[in-house]
Every structure is written in structure tokens, then in C-alpha cells.
Nanobody, 129 residues
């Protein structure tokens, strides 16, 4: 079965950094794009960043304001999300999701309502002031 598992969440102070990982199993990242989402308290889930299938390019939501970096770790079939200069409103549960992609040049999707093959359980990030 296709699975993604998030890890790396925890407590971090504002201004710090945090690296989250999305480990994929049951499928190849050559054919699936990976997207990161966040659900903050009292808010709807929002797309943050995604990485296209294979050699596909990353995309970022405007809301991350240049503070996020997404990349693959092919050695362990995972996709990482680095949060730089953490802000208080980065608090929330972070999810990753996999979506099948026909071509590596197709842009990945930051839409949570697009067809997803798998969602992770989420990893919680708590930012302290």
C-alpha cells in the first residue's frame, strides 16, 4: 500500500529552524509528487510547498514568504521540508501527501482537494515565543 509518514516535528522557538521529513513507501518518487500542508489551530489546511515527480521542480505558496525549502533525499526515498526563521504562526500539524504525476515537467499541486494517493498522519510543530 502507498504510504507517507511524517517526522521531525516538535517544539521550536521563533527565529529557529526545523526540518520535517516525509518518508515514502510503496511507490517511487519518480512518478509521484509530494506536497506539504499545514493545519493551524482554527484554520483550514493549507498547501505550503510541493515537489514534482522525478526531476520535477518545487513550488511554494506565497504565504511561506521564502522561508521554506523542499527537496528530495533519494537515498531514503523521502522529501524534506526545511522551515527557516520560524514564526509563531508556523504552529500546526504538518502533513505530507503523494499524488500521481504523469510527467516530471508538470507543476505539482498545492491544492489539498486534488486527488491524493496517500496522506500521512501528520507531525506537530509547536512554536514558542
Amino acid at each position: 500500500q502507498l504510504r507517507v509518514v511524517e517526522s521531525g516535528g516538535g517544539l521550536v522557538q521563533t527565529g529557529g529552524s526545523l526540518r520535517l521529513s516525509c518518508a515514502a513507501s510503496g511507490f517511487s518518487l519518480d512518478y509521484y509528487e509530494i506536497a506539504w500542508f499545514r493545519q493551524a489551530p482554527g484554520k483550514e489546511r493549507e498547501g505550503l510547498a510541493c515537489l514534482g515527480a522525478g526531476t520535477g521542480s518545487p513550488q511554494y505558496a506565497d504565504s511561506v514568504n521564502g522561508r521554506f525549502t523542499i527537496w528530495k533525499d533519494n537515498a531514503i526515498n523521502s522529501v524534506n521540508l526545511q522551515i527557516h526563521r520560524v514564526e509563531l504562526n508556523d504552529t500546526g500539524i504538518y502533513y505530507c501527501a503523494a499524488e500521481h504525476s504523469w510527467n516530471s515537467w508538470d507543476p505539482c499541486s498545492l491544492r489539498g482537494d486534488s486527488e491524493k494517493a496517500a496522506w500521512g498522519q501528520g507531525t506537530r510543530v509547536t512554536v514558542s515565543s
